[in-house]
């Protein structure tokens, strides 16, 4: 949280991107706590691997320091404030943490931990509901991936004409 | 008239708009383009009679021609007021065409595939609005009128046509998008019809006090009827070419706002449900206002034309009090003064526009002595007046026969002071103009090498006003025609709800 | 950074076992945490590492961006093909089942192929972004260059 | 096969298609497979919808049960946006291929893969009965929709895409929110099972904040009123073709999405009591309304009016939906359909007049009256159905409205309504007067007609146009019946 | 007490949404912007995963001699919506590339003063 807040504040976006990759391996740490290793193993590789390499080499092309901003943006406070209170609104009324009780552990959720070895004989029950009791949803997941792909491919892989193309489209513009 | 092929109603009203789009398409072939126009509108006129022939046989004729929503159908259905209206419209265009292809050519504007395409369109819209069954055939056509006439009024481009053009497509979309469509769904959110019906179909579905709400809706809804103070499309539409002023804003557009009023009046508010109705009274004064206070513009006016505007809007109010007094006689003054007041004024526009073709001249008060230069022009704007105006010999004495009496029987002392008064006013600032001509001298140094204009204009001016001499011989006939049906329609006590 | 002896030792040890851990987390994903996406990324991971110290250039030879490209819809389409299979056998879309006699093997098979579709789809993406954000500054510069001079 | 079995390919359809797609080289193939699968989709989602009238198709993925597996969930108003989105991408596409080729010369297999996958996506979040699933389908449109925006020759396409993307995102990721909470307290992601389990323990605050997450995480894609930044400079600066497809579909899935969590999944007589939720959506639906179409009547940019416009379009929509009744829904949904029809027709037009001339200002369409008579009396038809002239679809989505408002004695919302239809008559009159009343500057290039390949398809547009204001059978019965789905849940009339 | 250590949990989980909403919406650089992105995402992750937490339960993975498992699904969920996460960075960090050589700058405000400049 004080990671988060350094990053927030950090004028200098390389310091920034430490700091985010340092952020996203204690958040992979956090998910291990909570049962989740996978989880974990792909935050860790996921923020502190490829989201940190392309922010660097974005830099790398860009401003490395962040122009200062005049003032503070109040309506954005305002908005946050606003969501902030809402989701502690939320909050209130959730069942309790960890609770072996909770609605997700009775419904559903029990039939995946209980099933899917019979079912498959697939030890890891991430697996199997990622792959074949919802493997539509990782369908989906691999056409983002892809989508994203597609749309980097289509934004990057022409090489840039600089400068004079842009001054031709100010005037055409203007006309 | 019965040897002549009997159409539907919707086959009538199609006529035009194919004409429209063959005029279209031949654009800038002149030959071609005339020849259409002439057919389309020698067609149309045929197909109308052949109707009227029908309708007066007896039969009923009705079709239904399409449901867009439940409830909510095309259809179309004689009935006497529509009948008159699409028979004068008709009539009236079959002279108009000559005279358009004469004024125009004589004037050199271009653009004449688009003009004459929209001058058709124009036609077949108010025709569909003249047969409409229902409110909603009736608002469609309206609109499509109210459209199709932008292009003609525009059709210079110029700045000033422009704005005036403008100003005329924002009123007319204004009052009915906002005032009679409204009006139109509460009437079918309340009743669960838009059918017009003998006896009109709000009468016992809404109350006294919605109806009142309802009626102000419909009355400046109706645009084109140019109550005050919504009548200012009506001046401003005069940058129009004469030939669109004649035709459209002296027959087809005003007359389809009266015609309108009228239809609603009698077949969806119901003469006798609209006497109770509390604002009736109301927009019956307003109508007077609007009566008197336009001729006391009009005599203002020194423009030939926006003198005849005016005149409109306030002959127009004549018809609105007419279909407001609520009492049959007064309606078929209204329904009658719907028919005049057609030849009248389209006699009275096709003379100025005969005069500007010839002379050049605008202004009143440059008319001194011209009478002697176009003395047939003149004498039909004489005959023209006198129908206005309502003198006999023309037909115009009748309609206003009526309507007067119908203020009486209704008890409206101060509406037939009014009727009295106006007509007056009429004398005042429609014979100035002939008195001129005829009586004074031609001004001095005066170039003298102009006389009639071309004779495609002044034949359909002479026909007009012969018409206006005819109609008052003919007047019973209109009378029957429209008293037939009324008189069924407004006995008491046949008043019922189908 | 090819000149550093260091470096290059300790890459070539550490890229073959960073892909051998990433095929490891693919093909052991039913059993310990892993699976498609992370051993695409590990896998990926290694192959930047390679980029990074023997230089972009080499590493295009080694896996080009057209093979890259054709890759990473080829993955997708192979979880989409065993979909298409299931309905195929009468099944329901990635329907398993019906693709091996056995309900367990057929399972499993499913699992397998589709992650590993996954998992080259990933590993082609990530290599992919990277080719394009790092050679993309040298083109940038290049174009400046070119732009200056006329 | 049975219509069931059939109903999930018309996302899977263009979902494989776009794979074949993104490989193929040249500029006519990769065109022609879109062509194809747009239109095999639009054919099962025609075929799917009487039968979803009629009953409630559900098409369990693997196999699994729902709500173990992920299931596709089609009723009548489901079906009738799916048919919706693919008879749009359908119809725009012939159209599609002489702009594209125009303006995203280069790479065409990329483009019109991102575009499959944008009309799958789209298509995938309207039948999906799982919530985790429209969250992914909804990704895949929208990260496709910003490749496909950042196409567009403008360097102010970029921009527009990077806040499309930041806006779309937090949207995104506020359905998120949403999503998780209800999972929380349900234990479930299927929204037909989240109905039956929401009654339980919808007295909390976290199912009330869930329903505030997914209404502002959708406003955001809808473009409602104060969430609409993104939408103009997106609509503006994204190719033409890009622009017809989203104006005519993106919006629309997300008020569906919307209307599915209020109406479905929440039952309307809880969502609207324990919010404001009328009220609120009242007001913005109005104020929606009457900025878009002031803002409109101002745009110098032809295609940034229309956008503007649209956000006028989308209040009307949310005006409907705030009546919570089934006139009031029938509205919104007809609006919707309709709404798609015109816009596309008018960005068409504009598409084509680009096409020509390069520009879409104002200044650039004198004189075009003249000299592409057919482009331009196509907007104008296009645009008397944005007004609501009677006898076209435009006259009967504001009937229904309007009829709607009636039904609740709101007397102010129909002067409302009427006085936005007249701003309506403004904008779109400043494009006629324009191109009909003005004569061509010397120094502005003279141009002829465009080319048939692109007229052609406007004027089918245009003529569905006039053809749902006359005939009203599919679009009222579709819209009824949808109406009629979604409030079936709830206890109103 | 339980209670409390349930709701500081959650509490985090928003405290580090808000933070990560409001780089979003009030930092004017981009690539700022959407690591705010990532944080709020990261963010919406754990509040996932805190629901599938079982308290003494472990990794869904089947073994001997384990009986509590955490739930799996909220993984699974995460795991997708992780791939959504780095998909939208990607888009994003090339648009940001793009901008950047369009306008010389990656700053929003910058940007927009320019754009003004262009009369549009």
């Known amino acids: 949280m004080i990671v988060a807040i350094a990053i927030v504040r950090a004028k200098d976006l390389f310091a920034a991107a430490m700091l985010f990759a340092i952020y996203s391996l204690l958040s992979a740490a956090l998910f291990a706590v909570l049962d989740a290793g996978d989880v974990a193993l792909t935050e860790a590789a996921v923020g502190a691997g490829i989201s940190t390499i392309l922010v660097l080499a974005v830099l790398a092309m860009a401003r490395r320091q962040e122009r200062p901003k005049k003032g503070h943006n109040l309506l954005a406070l305002a908005v946050v404030v606003v969501t902030g209170a809402a989701l502690i609104y939320a909050t209130l009324d959730m069942p309790e943490f960890g609770a072996p009780d909770n609605p997700p552990q009775v419904h559903v959720g029990p039939y995946y931990v209980e099933q899917s070895y019979p079912d498959m004989g697939v030890p890891n029950m991430v697996a199997a509901v990622l792959a074949s009791y919802r493997s539509i949803d990782t369908l989906g997941e691999g056409f983002v991936i892809l989508v994203a792909g597609l749309a980097v491919y289509a934004l990057l892989a022409t090489p840039p004409r600089r400068r004079k193309k842009r001054r031709d489209h100010g005037q055409e513009e203007s006309s | 008239m019965s040897m002549l092929p009997q159409l539907a109603p919707f086959t009538v009203v199609l006529i035009p708009f194919v004409g429209a789009a063959l005029i279209a398409l031949a654009g800038a072939h002149r030959g071609l383009r005339e020849g259409l126009s002439w057919v389309s509108s020698i067609l149309f006129f045929l197909a109308v009679m052949g109707l009227l022939g029908a309708f007066l046989a007896g039969e009923t004729i009705s079709q239904s021609v399409w449901e867009i929503m439940p409830g909510l159908t095309i259809a179309f259905r004689l009935e006497p007021v529509g009948m008159l209206f699409a028979a004068m419209s008709s009539t009236l265009w079959v002279l108009a065409t000559p005279y358009a292809i004469g004024y125009m050519n004589a004037k050199g504007y271009a653009n004449l595939g688009r003009f004459f395409a929209c001058y058709a369109i124009a036609l077949g819209a108010a025709a569909g609005i003249a047969l409409a069954d229902n409110l909603f055939t009736l608002f469609v056509f309206y609109e499509i009128l109210s459209v199709s006439t932008y292009p003609l009024v525009a059709h210079t481009g110029d700045g000033k046509a422009k704005q005036g053009a403008r100003t005329y497509l924002a009123l007319l979309l204004a009052t009915s998008i906002g005032l009679m469509l409204p009006a139109m769904i509460w009437v079918w959110t309340a009743t669960g019809t838009l059918d017009f019906a003998d006896g009109g179909i709000l009468a016992g579905q809404v109350s006294p006090t919605a109806g009142a709400v309802l009626l102000v809706l419909f009355m400046y809804g109706t645009g084109k009827a140019a109550l005050m103070p919504f009548h200012r499309w009506l001046p401003a539409a005069m940058v129009a070419p004469t030939p669109v002023s004649a035709l459209l804003h002296a027959v087809a557009v005003v007359k389809a706002g009266v015609f309108v009023v009228l239809k609603i ?72 003064h719907m028919l005049m007041h057609g030849f009248g004024k389209i006699t009275l526009f096709f003379c100025a526009g005969a005069i500007y073709v010839a002379s050049g001249k605008t202004q009143i008060s440059e008319l001194d002595g011209l009478g002697r230069r176009m003395p047939l022009t003149f004498a039909a704007f004489f005959i023209g007046a006198l129908c206005v105006i309502g003198l006999p010999p023309t037909g115009g004495i009748w309609s206003k026969w009526h309507l007067v009496a119908g203020a009486h029987d209704a008890g409206h002392t101060m509406i037939m002071a009014a009727f009295m008064l106006s007509t007056l006013l009429n004398i005042g600032y429609l014979l100035p103009p002939v008195v001129r001509a005829f009586l004074k001298p031609l001004p001095e140094g005066e170039k003298s090498g102009f006389a009639e204009a071309p004779w495609m204009c002044v034949i359909p001016l002479l026909l007009t006003a012969l018409g206006t001499l005819v109609l008052f011989f003919m007047a019973q006939s209109a009378f029957d025609l429209l008293g037939g049906l009324f008189g069924l329609a407004t006995n008491p006590g046949s008043v019922a709800n189908p | ?134 050679r993309r500054k040298s083109q940038w510069e290049a174009a400046e260059v070119e732009d200056d001079q006329p | 096969m049975t219509i069931t079995e059939l109903m999930p390919f018309s996302v899977l359809v263009p979902l494989i298609a776009s794979l074949v797609c993104a490989l193929l080289p040249g500029r006519f193939w990769p065109w022609a497979v879109t062509l194809a699968a747009a239109i095999a989709s639009a054919i099962i989602a025609a075929l799917t919808l009487p039968a979803a009238a009629q009953t409630t198709l559900s098409y369990a993925f693997g196999n699994w049960p729902p709500p173990i597996g992920i299931e596709y969930r089609v009723d009548a108003a489901n079906a009738f946006v799916a048919l919706l989105v693919a008879g749009m991408a359908a119809i725009t596409l012939p159209w599609a291929k002489k702009s594209v080729d125009k303006e995203v010369p280069e790479r065409q297999g990329t483009f019109y893969a991102l575009f499959l996958l944008a009309l799958a996506g789209l298509l995938g979040i309207t039948l999906s009965g799982d919530a985790f699933n429209i969250f992914v389908f909804l990704e895949i449109s929208s990260l496709a929709t910003y490749g496909l925006i950042a196409y567009g020759s403008d360097r102010r396409a970029l921009l527009a895409s990077f806040r499309y993307l930041i806006m779309g995102t937090v949207g995104a990721t506020f359905l998120l929110i949403g999503i998780g909470f209800l999972y929380v307290m349900t234990g479930t992601l299927n929204l037909h099972d989240l109905s039956e389990r929401l009654p339980e323990v919808r007295d909390t605050s976290t199912v009330r904040a869930a329903l505030a997450f997914i209404i502002v995480g959708m406003g955001l894609k809808l473009a409602m009123l104060p969430l609409h930044l993104w939408l103009p400079n997106a609509y503006t600066y994204a190719p033409s073709f890009v622009t017809v497809f989203l104006a005519g579909t993106a919006t629309k899935v997300a008020l569906y999405v919307m209307l599915r969590f209020v109406f479905t999944v929440f039952a309307p007589d809880w969502s609207f009591v324990v919010l404001p939720l009328s009220t609120v959506l009242m007001i913005l639906g109005v104020a929606g309304m009457f900025a878009g179409s002031w803002v409109a009547m101002f745009q110098p940019n032809i295609k940034r009016m229309l956008a503007y416009s649209s956000v006028a379009q989308v209040g009307y929509m949310v005006l409907g939906v705030s009546l919570v009744s089934v006139v009031g829904l029938t509205a919104a949904f007809l609006h919707l359909f309709n709404h798609a029809l015109m816009k596309a027709a008018l960005f068409m037009a504009v598409g084509t007049v680009i096409y020509q001339v390069g520009s879409a200002r104002i200044e650039q369409f004198r004189g075009l009256g003249r000299t592409m008579p057919w482009t331009l009396t196509a907007f104008a038809l296009a645009g008397l159905s944005i007004i609501g002239v009677p006898l076209t679809a435009g006259f009967i989505s504001k009937w229904y409205l309007i009829q709607a408002a009636l039904d609740q004695g709101q007397w102010v919302l129909v002067a409302l309504i009427l006085i936005t239809s007249l701003m309506a008559i403004i904008y779109i009159w400043r494009v006629i007067e324009a191109a009909w009343f003005k004569q061509r500057e010397p120094d502005q290039q003279a141009v002829g007609e465009a080319p048939l390949t692109l007229l052609i398809p406007t004027w089918v547009l245009v003529a569905l146009n006039f053809y749902f204001g006359i005939d009203t059978r599919l679009t009222v019965g579709g819209a009824t019946a949808a109406a009629e789905a979604l409030l079936s849940g709830g206890l109103l009339p | ?50 629901a599938g937490k079982i308290v003494g339960g472990s990794t869904p993975i089947l073994r001997e001699g384990v009986e509590v498992y955490s739930n799996p699904l909220p993984h699974v969920l995460i795991l997708t919506a992780i791939v959504v996460g780095i998909a939208t960075t990607a888009v994003g960090l090339a648009l940001a590339v793009r901008i950047n050589e369009a306008y010389g700058s990656i700053e929003d405000d910058y940007i927009a003063e320019e754009e003004d400049g262009d009369g549009q």
Not at chain 2, 265 to 289: C, H, K, N, P, W
Not at chain 3, 3 to 23: Q, W
Not at chain 3, 70 to 95: E, R, S
Request: charged share 10%; with cysteine.
């Open chain 5, 1 to 50: 007490m339980m209670t409390a250590l349930s709701f500081f949990n959650y509490w985090v989980v928003v405290i580090l949404m808000m933070i990560g909403f409001y780089c979003v919406i009030a930092r004017g650089n981009m690539v700022k912007k959407i690591m705010g992105l990532n944080l709020f995402q990261t963010s919406v992750f754990i509040l996932f995963i805190s």
């Open chain 3, 1 to 134: 950074m090819i000149d550093n002896d260091i470096l290059r030792i300790v890459a070539r040890f550490l890229i073959p076992l960073i892909m051998l851990f990433g095929l490891y987390i693919q093909f052991h994903g039913e059993y310990s945490p892993g699976g498609g996406f992370q051993a695409g990324v590990v896998f990926a991971a290694g192959w930047i590492l390679f980029a990074l110290i023997y230089g972009l250039d080499a590493a295009l030879r080694v896996v080009p961006e057209r093979a890259m490209y054709i890759l990473m819809v080829a993955g997708v389409m192979l979880y989409c093909a065993v979909g298409v299979a299931g309905v195929m056998l009468g099944g329901h879309f990635l329907d398993f089942y019906p693709l091996l006699p056995g309900e367990h093997a057929a399972q499993q098979f499913g699992i397998i192929t589709v992650e590993f579709g996954i998992g080259v789809t990933v590993a082609t993406v990530v290599m992919l972004f990277f080719t394009l954000f790092a």
């Open chain 2, 265 to 336: 009046a009698l077949y969806v508010f119901g003469l006798d449900y609209l006497r109770e109705l509390v604002t009736s009274d109301v927009m019956l004064y307003i109508a007077a206002f609007t009566m008197l206070a336009a001729s006391l513009v009009a005599i203002r006016q020194d423009n030939l034309k926006a003198r005849l505007a005016y005149s409109t809007v306030s002959q127009l109010a004549y018809i609105v009090v007419g279909a407001l007094l609520a009492v049959q006689l007064a309606a078929i003054g209204g329904g009658m």
